[in-house]
């Protein structure tokens, strides 16, 4: 059994959860979306992270924005741990 936000092995980080949108189903596609961070139109291929924004779709990210928001996430979460 798998703890949360814990995996042992390479497929099981990657079940479900986030995927590069290259190769997939149109239901998938980018298309007609915006970037999570940035706000700008994105195009596959890009980050698509399951989960909902505003409008109820995926979450969809160009490369260099999922840097820069997990470069700004790791940097809020171990501010977090320094406070609590």
Same mark, same amino acid.
């Given at each position: 059994?798998?703890?949360?936000?814990?995996?042992?092995?390479?497929?099981?980080?990657?079940?479900?959860?986030?995927?590069? &949108?290259?190769?997939?189903?149109?239901?998938?596609? $980018?298309?007609?979306? #915006?970037?999570?961070?940035?706000?700008? /139109?994105?195009?596959?291929?890009?980050?698509?992270w399951?989960g909902?924004?505003?409008?109820? &779709?995926?979450?969809?990210?160009?490369?260099?924005? $999922?840097?820069?928001? #997990?470069?700004?996430?790791?940097?809020? /979460?171990?501010?977090?741990?320094?406070?609590?």
């Amino acid at each position: 059994m798998l703890e949360r936000g814990r995996a042992s092995t390479c497929a099981e980080r990657l079940a479900g959860t986030t995927m590069i &949108t290259v190769d997939i189903p149109a239901y998938l596609s $980018a298309s007609g979306n #915006v970037c999570f961070y940035c706000g700008e /139109a994105v195009q596959n291929p890009c980050v698509m992270w399951h989960g909902l924004n505003q409008r109820n &779709t995926n979450i969809f990210l160009h490369p260099q924005c $999922a840097d820069r928001l #997990v470069f700004h996430l790791a940097s809020d /979460a171990r501010k977090c741990r320094e406070v609590g």
